[in-house]
């Protein structure tokens, strides 16, 4: 991998997690949390905790809320997936 890209890929992940930042204090109203795991080729990994982990809605909250919100955000990226 090239320098430029792995810069470039750094940059990503600094992003999703300064917007991840934004969103947590949502996510921890209701007793869940967040934690960026990798961000690589446009997809960003993320890991559910708390509340999050063992809702059944962690799904819809992934897709609808955390993958709309950062694409908003951040257009280079294709897919939010938990691990």
């Known amino acids: 991998m ?3 890209v792995s810069c470039m890929e750094e940059t990503v992940k600094d992003r999703v997690g300064k917007a991840l930042e934004e969103l947590r204090p949502q996510l921890q109203a209701d007793g869940g949390d967040i ?3 990798e961000v690589k080729n446009g997809i960003v990994k993320v890991k ?3 509340a999050c982990a063992g809702c059944p809605m962690s799904t819809m909250t992934l897709q609808r809320g955390v993958e709309t919100f950062l694409r908003k ?3 280079e990226i294709a897919r939010v997936e938990a691990v």
Do not use: D, N, R
Request: glycine fraction near 8%; hydrophobic fraction near 40%; charge should be positive.
């Open 48 to 50: 559910m905790k708390g």
């Open 73 to 75: 955000k951040i257009p």
């Open 35 to 37: 934690e960026l795991v």
């Open 2 to 4: 090239s320098y430029w």
